[in-house]
C-alpha cells in the first residue's frame, strides 16, 4: 500500500523559507514522477512544482526562482525548498506521486506565512 507522509510545514514571517519533505513508503518509486501541490482555502489544487524520474524539474510561474524541487531516490523522498515566501504563499501542501497516470497524495502540510 502507498503511503506518503509530509514534514517541515509550520508558520514563518513573510521572506522566511521553509523546507518541506515527503517520503513515500510501499514500494520503490525511483521510476515515477513526484511532485508537490499546495490548496489554500476556498480554492483548488495546484500544483507547485515536479521532478521527473531523471530529475527533470517544471515549477509554478508563481514560485520560479524561490522555489526548489529535489528528490533522494534512496530514500523515496521528496522535498521542497522554499525561499523568500510571501502570505499568498499560505496553503496546505500536499506531495504527490505518480503511479501509471494515478495520483497519490499525503495528508498535507500547513504553511502559513504572516505579513
Known amino acids: 500500500q502507498v503511503q506518503l507522509v509530509e514534514s517541515g510545514g509550520g508558520l514563518v514571517q513573510a521572506g522566511g523559507s521553509l523546507r518541506l519533505s515527503c517520503t513515500a513508503s510501499g514500494s520503490t518509486f525511483s521510476n515515477n514522477p513526484m511532485g508537490w501541490y499546495r490548496q489554500a482555502p476556498g480554492k483548488q489544487r495546484d500544483m507547485v512544482a515536479s521532478i521527473s524520474s531523471s530529475g527533470r524539474t517544471n515549477y509554478a510561474d508563481s514560485v520560479k526562482g524561490r522555489f526548489t524541487i529535489s528528490r533522494d531516490n534512496a530514500k523515496n523522498a521528496v522535498y521542497l525548498q522554499m525561499n523568500n515566501l510571501k502570505p499568498e504563499n499560505t496553503a496546505v501542501y500536499y506531495c504527490?506521486?505518480?503511479?501509471?497516470?494515478?495520483?497519490?497524495w499525503g495528508q498535507g502540510a500547513q504553511v502559513t506565512v504572516s505579513s
Open positions: 504527490d506521486l505518480v503511479i501509471h497516470w494515478s495520483n497519490y
